[in-house]
């Protein structure tokens, strides 16, 4: 623990002398998000197993769960893309400030659940990014016809997979 808290106290000075305005660059923020991305979808193929989950990329002696830099990557990535909208003055603008950041956030949720299976992590990246768009001040009422729209969208669609499992199933048993 002690060494851990050594290399976390570290990067966290490191951390601190860089200048914030890089955290607003969308080039850096891009390309934060793509090596994040492939972080994850690198578990897949480079992780190990503990307890049934494949969450961990064994580096030397250390092993990294990159589910762990996608929560705070994706919160800082957030960050700059809310402050770059209010710049522009498109933070009312549903489609930039509601339907763009919601797909970025269930595309790398989906990515952190189907590859690592972590729910968990998946729920974090959604309501922090929630909580983000709310203090970012976006359009609300474009948020929650977004939501609702999602979560219709997404009861019909596990239904129907789910009623196509069960038929295969019946199927497969005649």
Known sequence: QLVYSIIGIMLALFISIIDYR??????????????????????????????GAVRWIQIGRITLQPSEFVKVGMIVIFAGFFSELEKRNKLKDPIWS????????????????????????????????????????????????????????????????????????LDRQE
Request: aromatic content about 12%; overall charge positive; proline content about 1%.
């Open 22 to 51: 890089i955290y607003k660059n969308t080039k850096f923020l891009g390309l934060v998000f793509v090596v994040l991305i492939l972080a994850t979808i690198s578990v897949k193929f480079l992780g190990r197993d503990a307890k």
């Open 98 to 169: 509601v339907l763009v950041p919601l797909g970025v956030g269930v595309f790398v949720a989906g990515i952190i659940f189907f590859m690592q299976n972590h729910l968990s992590a998946a729920v974090l990246v959604m309501t922090t990014l929630l909580i983000q768009m709310f203090i970012a001040g976006i359009n609300f009422k474009a948020l929650i016809i977004a939501i609702m729209a999602g979560g219709i969208t997404g009861y019909f669609a596990v239904t129907s997979i789910f009623k196509k499992a069960s038929r295969t199933d």
